[in-house]
Antibody, heavy 122, light 107 residues
Framework: EVQLVESGGGLVQSGRSLRLSCAAS????????MHWVRQVPGKGLEWVSG????????GYADSVRGRFTISRDNPSNSLYLQINNLRPEDMALYFC???????????????WGQGTLVAVSS | DIQMTQSPSSLSASVGDRVTVTCRAS??????LNWYQQRPGRAPKLLIY???TLESGIPSRFSGRGSGTDFSLTISSLQPEDFATYYC?????????FGQGTKVEIK
């Protein structure tokens, strides 16, 4: 059974940094692209970032490019999202999601974690 | 970026009803359209990919159709567990984008 468990969220002051993690199990992590999708409570879904199976291709939403960095460590089945210069509009539930493809980020998502909540104080 | 617009934003229906949600893309996305269900307090769940292919384990009362810019998700006979929010998502071009969601509520 695929399991994705996010961690690292919390209440952080605007302008500070945070690192989110996603621990994956139940599938061959190194074979798939992985993504972060966020959701402001009560609102819709927004794709934030994705990374190809071996980490050579990364993509970001315009709203986070230059502040967020996605990375992965295949030996430990882990996905990360480094968030710098947090803004109030970054406050959301951040989901880790498994892609169906390996390299392209034009992907869809067949497994999701339960999310980790990032709250931003001014 | 490709904009995805769903209609309606919400609807009320009864158990057993046939329900259709539509999704329109701002440009042609071929058949690269996917649907998710999100129950309150839960993560999204993939229902249908590539417009009409049911994800494993999804009941056959769910179906999808369309191509180009216009797509639809139909639930043939609404069940109590189907009351949720549904999102479409295009995987034709990067960045992938979602519709704003359609909330299906109990009448």
């Amino acid at each position: 059974e695929v399991q994705l468990v996010e961690s690292g969220g919390g209440l952080v002051q605007s302008g500070r940094s945070l690192r989110l993690s996603c621990a994956a199990s139940g599938f061959s992590f190194e074979d798939f692209a992985m993504h972060w999708v966020r959701q402001v409570p009560g609102k819709g879904l927004e794709w934030v970032s994705g990374i190809s199976w071996e980490g050579s291709r990364m993509g970001y939403a315009d709203s986070v490019r230059g502040r967020f960095t996605i990375s992965r460590d295949n030996p430990s089945n882990s996905l990360y999202l480094q968030i710098n210069n947090l803004r109030p509009e970054d406050m959301a539930l951040y989901f880790c999601a498994k892609g169906l493809n390996d390299y392209t980020l034009r992907d869809y998502f067949d497994s999701w974690g339960q999310g980790t909540l990032v709250a931003v104080s001014s | 970026d490709i904009q995805m617009t769903q209609s309606p934003s919400s609807l009320s229906a009864s158990v057993g009803d046939r329900v259709t949600v539509t999704c329109r893309a701002s440009q042609s996305i071929s058949t690269n359209l996917n649907w998710y269900q999100q129950r309150p307090g839960r993560a999204p769940k993939l229902l249908i990919y590539a417009t009409s292919t049911l994800e494993s384990g999804i009941p056959s009362r769910f179906s999808g159709r369309g191509s180009g810019t216009d797509f639809s998700l139909t639930i043939s006979s609404l069940q109590p567990e189907d009351f949720a929010t549904y999102y479409c998502q295009q995987s034709y071009s990067s960045p992938v984008t979602f519709g704003q969601g359609t909330k299906v509520e109990i009448k």
